[in-house]
């Protein structure tokens, strides 16, 4: 079994928005973001840590995008566990959960305004069982999530611009880009 790391459970949740799969050269973990800050801060140290080997940020596949690509059997057969099972993160420490959930929207998180010109903060995955969990663990701490439909996909949505605040202030976003929007949001009257 796997050791429920603070590093592994962040990574855990960045999963979510990962290239991964097996290819000719092994399991890869492939994931591109338009903020190397974020890279460098949040993901190089703990996959470092995790791999025990140095991780590098090269030129995205798009222009303006950064990417760190690997190819890693043991990383990725530890983490698909989760992926295809996310109840299981339910079983993790309070701690290690919000990680998670952190992971899961650095990752795939999108801060944006509702119709009326909100402040939101939004996410889709095609497991709503996902989303569920992901409520389930922000419950806890006051933070409630909505729901809406967009061509028979469900996205799960943070409104309102206390739960908002409470949001960043439990799950402490570490992608500076989404952070910043999501503040700049707020801000607006």
């Known amino acids: 079994m796997t050791t429920i790391t603070p590093d592994f459970a962040y990574i855990s949740g960045i999963y979510e928005g990962v290239h991964s799969g097996e290819g000719k050269e092994g399991y890869i973990f492939d994931i591109e973001s338009e ?3 974020f890279l460098e801060k949040s993901l190089v140290p703990r996959l470092t840590e995790l791999l025990g080997t140095p991780v590098r940020i090269k030129e995205g596949s798009t222009i303006g995008q950064y990417r760190i690509r690997f190819w890693n059997q043991k990383l990725i057969e530890s983490l698909l566990p989760f992926k295809e099972t996310p109840k299981k993160v339910l079983k993790w420490k309070n701690e290690l959960k919000l990680l998670w959930v952190r992971g899961f929207f650095d990752a795939e998180g999108s801060p944006t305004k509702t119709v009326k010109n909100e402040p939101m903060l939004s996410l889709y995955n095609s497991d709503i069982e996902k989303l569920k969990i992901i409520e389930k663990i922000l419950k806890r701490y006051k933070i409630v999530a909505k729901y809406y439909e967009i061509a028979d996909r469900t996205h799960q949505y943070f409104s309102g611009r ?12 570490e992608n500076p880009g989404k952070t910043y929007k999501l503040q700049l949001y707020l801000q607006e009257l």
């Open 162 to 173: 206390e739960n908002l605040q409470k949001f960043l202030e439990t799950v402490k976003l």
């Open 35 to 37: 903020s190397k800050e």
